[in-house]
């Protein structure tokens, strides 16, 4: 199947900081890219859907200017937590799509602790 | 909201056991996936079936899909001690993915 590489796998922040997180597809170009997030034993939850070149759409209750998304091109998406604080501590995934009519692959995730 | 609600939400077998999972989803569907996710790991892709799709097989597994009920179930037969994981179905409307509430699957030695 398709690979989809998340990077990092792992981070440890302070309070204050902002911390990127990349998510490439690395065999197909990437139409679409969806960011989860997930809290401990519980589902993934979307947080936004981009599409390269425009604006990421997101879901209710997530914070635009907290969680930037950029989708710059068809292979790289990047997740930008700003001024993280504690509760920003989670398990982010995210996938990517390359068409329409095609399943979409998964990174093996980010564990943020923020410190 | 979307997401769609899996049960059990916890399961205890003995090894040797089959596990059934089910799942429910609020959506038209364009596919639905279930994956698998050991603790504070990523997600693995374990099979895939089409909204024209009633049942799939791969190896120990077998899914079914009824489209009218709008669910979904799991069957993993003969389990064995490295099938304890959260298992979670996706619903795929063909824009966007809804996740399930997870079943987590212990499997007893």
């Known amino acids: 199947g398709a690979v989809v590489s998340q990077h990092p796998s792992r981070v440890i922040c302070k309070s204050g900081t902002s911390v990127k997180i990349e998510c490439r597809s690395l065999?197909?170009?990437?139409?679409?890219m969806f960011w989860y997030r997930q809290f401990p034993k519980q589902s993934l939850m979307l947080m936004a859907t981009?599409?390269?070149?425009?604006?990421?759409?997101?879901e209710q209750g997530v914070e635009k200017d907290k969680f930037l998304i950029n989708h710059a091109s068809l292979t790289l998406s990047t997740l930008t937590v700003t001024s993280a604080h504690p509760e920003d501590s989670s398990f982010y995934i995210c996938?990517?799509?390359?068409?329409?009519?095609?399943?979409?692959?998964f990174g093996q995730g980010t564990r943020l602790t923020v410190v | 909201s979307q997401q769609g609600e899996e049960d059990p939400q916890a399961l205890s077998i003995q090894e040797g056991e089959n596990a059934t999972m089910n799942c429910s989803y609020k959506?038209?569907?364009?596919?639905l996936q279930w994956y698998r996710q050991n603790s504070g790991r990523g997600l693995v892709h374990l099979i895939l079936?089409?909204?024209?799709?009633r049942e799939k097989h791969s190896g120990r597994l077998r899914v079914t899909l009824d489209t009218s009920k709008k669910s979904s179930s799991l069957l993993i037969t003969a389990s064995r001690a490295a099938d304890t994981a959260s298992y979670f179905c996706?619903?795929?409307?063909?824009?966007?993915?809804?996740f399930g509430t997870g079943t987590s699957l212990t499997v007893i030695p």
């Open positions: 065999d197909f170009q990437a139409t679409t």
């Open positions: 981009s599409n390269e070149g425009s604006k990421a759409t997101y």
């Open positions: 959506t038209s569907i364009n596919n």
């Open positions: 996706a619903a795929y409307t063909g824009n966007q993915f809804y």
């Open positions: 996938s990517a799509r390359p068409d329409v009519v095609t399943e979409a692959f």
């Open positions: 079936i089409r909204s024209n799709e």
